[in-house]
């Protein structure tokens, strides 16, 4: 923040946003492990094209990225930013050590010049442009570039954040020109676009039978385990896993009591008498309350159910007040004047159709019956349990027929006629007049928390438990002491949460089940998050690779049955002949038959049957009449017939064709460019092990 005050106070209305705008494009810090001075030179989070980044290395890159997101927001990045900035320590590290061997091969270079011209000359970079642009006539001022370049060589300014962005832009641009470069290789030809042209505009009425693979009972379906090990054998590359933990852990909460919660209800209330007589609020609210928004403006609507506005005083203290996860104090320190009226009523809906029984009702009421009794009664909304209380509402609220007739009232009490709006007659019942009072309050919220004693009890059952030392040993003890063992299957390397743990703090339990040394049936120390301790066992771990047959038999089952239910089902379909209505009729039970029109190969589905590029594929062959062979799709057979087909119009021009598909190509460069030059260099993060 002192870089960015400094900039503000020396360079004027530019300067102060240039720090903050520039900040945003440095790529470029992590203090979350807390023990950068203790990491061994052994230690890396990952392999580059056969060279170990260390890990102080990767630390230091992590720590210059928080200090320049630092200077730039004023701030430290969150937790939940943290993942993010590691994430790009890490591309700085790929683009240096994999990208850098193509640039060099291709004799990639950035001059000073083109730096020059990216941050003062015809080409300037958009982080420049931001931070510089005139907000009268939104153009860039380069005559304040001019002045904070000066600044700095002066020493008038602190450069740092400038120097960082400044040193990014070389290996950007040298990104953009390699990319830039395969981008331009993206062509397609006359013959592709006219394929596209076709798929787009050529149009077909249809009828089909699907016979999904599942309509062939698993009594027919036969087959050893042989089958399925020759199956994976021959399909391995199908079953090319990311790493996987699997755990089971107990939980041991960490949950308020009732005498924490009365206890905290007892010192809150104890604030009150000061609460009461202290003539500075601000100065005592900050010293108690646990929230840092302490004073409001309410409508009487606003205010905690426990206060009326009809009898709130000022300087007066209400509660303690328990409001979800806290109990707070109110003060009124004033009464102010809003812009809109707000008055509270009751009443009882009738619909459109019943006006003359509410009309009775209103009568009966004017005679003495009970307002709130005849409404529980005869409400046909959702006020009809509380006595058709509709509370305090504000001017505007309502329907305009409503609306009107609430704040048009002068007395307490029902109104002599029936209201009609869009929802039926109404009779209403003015429980308070309208008013403008708005009122201040000051509020002191204190959080309900577990005390010491709650906590230390919690801590010595977890403690007991985290005495065992192995699955075996897991298992008796939550059977002895009657506890629940949850499972998590399927923990990523990355994981940030485990099932509906979300805590900072998982991240230690999935380091844990990730560390070389644990081993299957091992027990973790004891993990505390927010409100529980944790104690878990690893059942089952996986590296990344193709999957081990027993982790993936039922998969591998799945296709094979797939692959038998389909020969079962080509082989009754031999010899069927005629129209599809026949073909259906003779398969019998499973088999259906639908009809599409004016369908295009651009959009290859089928209902039932879903994705079906085949069938489209083969439609594109096909002439009207013709009954297609059976035809082997993700989930079924589907066998066409085509009832008429028109054909694209002939076109001697297919270049916004060839443009829309050398665009799509030219969108996913980048990411298939990174992909790519990942595999060729063997990239192998392994971050998640450290953080």
């Known amino acids: 923040m002192a870089i960015i005050t400094k900039i503000r106070e020396k360079a004027g209305w530019t300067a102060g946003v240039i720090a903050v705008t520039l900040g945003l494009f440095i790529v470029g810090t992590d203090l979350f492990s807390g023990n950068s001075s203790l990491l061994s030179n052994d230690q890396v989070v990952g392999e580059i094209d056969g060279t170990d980044v ?42 240096r050590i994999a990208y850098e061997k193509e640039y060099s091969t291709l004799g990639i270079e950035v001059t000073t010049a083109e730096i020059e011209d ?70 397609a030809t006359k013959h592709e676009a006219k394929r596209e042209y076709d798929m787009q505009n050529t149009k077909f009425d249809f009828k089909y039978a699907y016979i999904p693979y599942s309509s062939i009972a698993d009594s027919l379906v036969e087959f050893e385990d042989s089958d ?25 909460s960490i949950k308020p009591t009732t005498e924490d919660e009365n206890d905290i209800r007892k010192d809150l209330a104890e604030l009150i008498p000061l609460f009461t007589k202290t003539t500075n609020d601000t100065t005592f609210v900050e010293a108690n309350s646990s929230n840092t928004n302490n004073f409001k403006a309410a409508r009487p609507n606003q205010l905690p159910q426990a206060i ?12 303690p007040v328990k409001e979800g996860k806290v109990f707070k104090l109110y003060k009124l320190v004033s009464i102010g004047e809003d812009t809109v009226f707000s ?159 979300s805590d900072p703090s998982v991240r230690n339990l999935v380091r844990w089940a990730y560390n070389d040394d644990t081993e299957i049936g091992d027990v973790s120390e004891l993990v505390e998050l927010n409100d529980q301790f944790i104690i878990a066992v690893l059942r089952g771990k996986r590296e990344k690779g193709i999957a081990p047959f027993e982790d993936v038999k039922k998969e591998v089952e799945r296709e094979v049955k797939k692959d038998i239910q389909k020969k079962i089902i080509l082989e009754q379909l031999k010899g069927t002949d005629g129209l599809i209505d026949a073909v259906v009729k003779n398969f019998g039970n499973g088999a259906s038959m639908n009809t599409l029109e004016d369908r295009s190969a651009s959009n290859p589905s089928i209902p039932k049957a879903g994705y079906a590029p085949n069938a489209f594929g083969r439609l594109l062959s096909m002439k009207a009449g013709e009954k297609s062979e059976p035809i082997e799709e993700r989930n079924g057979i589907i066998i066409l017939e085509l009832t008429a087909k028109e054909d694209a119009l002939e076109t001697a021009d297919y270049t916004v064709y060839q443009t829309q598909l050398q665009d799509k190509e030219s969108r996913s460069v980048t990411s298939r460019v990174k992909k790519a030059i990942e595999e060729y260099a063997g990239v192998e993060d392994m971050i998640y092990k450290h953080y």
Do not use: C
């Open 118 to 187: 990216m941050i003062k000359g015809n080409n300037i970079h958009p982080g420049i442009a931001q931070a510089f642009k005139n907000p009268e006539t939104g153009e860039v001022d380069r005559n304040q570039i001019e002045a904070f370049l000066y600044r700095i060589q002066q020493g008038q300014i602190d450069g740092t954040t400038f120097t960082n962005f400044e040193k990014q832009l070389y290996p950007e641009r040298k990104k953009q020109k390699y990319e830039g470069l395969l981008t331009l290789s993206s062509y």
């Open 343 to 501: 008055a509270r009523a009751s009443h009882i809906l009738f619909k459109e159709d019943n006006k003359s029984k509410a009309q009775e009702i209103l009568r009966e009421i004017r005679r003495g019956a009970d307002f709130a009794a005849m409404a529980k009664e005869h409400g046909t909304d959702g006020t009809k349990n509380r006595g058709g209380d509709l509370g305090w509402f504000a001017e505007g609220a309502m329907v305009t027929e409503f609306n009107d007739a609430v704040m048009g009232a002068t007395n307490k009490g029902v109104l002599p006629r029936l209201v009609k709006t869009q929802f039926g007659y109404h009779i209403i019942e003015i429980t308070e007049l309208k008013t403008k009072k708005l009122f201040n309050l000051a509020t002191i919220e204190k959080e309900i928390t577990y005390s010491d004693a709650t906590y230390e009890v919690a801590y010595s059952k977890a403690g007991r438990f985290a005495q065992v030392k192995d699955r075996k040993e897991y298992d008796a003890k939550v059977t002895q002491d009657s506890l629940t063992s949850i499972q998590a299957l399927n923990i990523a390397p990355n994981s940030r949460y485990v099932n509906n743990l």
């Open 54 to 95: 260390k890990l102080q290395d990767f630390a230091t890159a992590v720590d210059r990225l928080v200090n320049n997101y630092r200077a730039s927001a004023g701030r430290a990045p969150s937790d939940a930013q943290m993942p993010g900035i590691r994430n790009q320590a890490w591309q700085q590290f790929i683009e």
């Open 308 to 319: 009326d506005p009809a009898t709130i005083e000022v300087g007066k203290v209400y509660g």
């Open 228 to 252: 399925l090990r020759n199956y994976y054998e021959d399909n391995k590359s199908k079953y090319e896993k990311d790493a996987n933990r699997a755990i089971e852990y107990v939980s041991f």
